[in-house]
């Protein structure tokens, strides 16, 4: 049964860092594009970054790029997201996910890089969620 497991979320000041893990479980997350998402109050989940198989492409929205940073331990079999200068925006739950659905995180030839995906229906597996509270 493939698991992942979302950690170290919680509440933090306007400015300060916070970095959540994902555990896998019964699936080797060396072998998938990973990315991250969160789900605000009243708001659709919305993808905002992702790292491609073989790490060689990152993707973040513009409302974290710069702030935040993804990335795996395959030897830990865990990935991760620093968020390094958190802000009131940034307050939502927030669910890891592993993917290799075809036609999203192909192999680019031009770049000779894989790339990867935002859009969840590139996602095959996902964690439950963690809060995150950015406030004064």
């Known amino acids: 049964q493939v698991q992942l497991v979302e950690s170290g979320g919680g509440s933090v000041q306007p400015g300060e860092a916070l970095t959540l893990s994902c555990k896998g479980s019964?699936?080797?997350?060396?072998?998938?594009?990973v990315g991250w998402f969160r789900q605000a109050p009243g708001k659709e989940r919305e993808g905002i970054s992702c790292l491609s198989i073989k790490d060689d492409y990152t993707y973040y929205t513009d409302s974290v790029k710069g702030r935040f940073t993804i990335s795996r331990d395959n030897a830990k079999n865990t990935m991760s997201l620093q968020i390094h200068d958190s802000a009131p925006e940034d307050t939502a739950t927030y669910y890891c996910a592993a993917g290799a659905v075809a036609g999203y995180h192909d192999f680019d030839f031009r770049a000779g890089a894989f790339r990867c995906s935002i859009l969840p229906a590139g996602f095959d597996y996902w964690g439950q969620g963690i809060q995150v509270t950015v406030s004064s």
């Open positions: 019964g699936i080797t997350l060396g072998q998938y594009a």
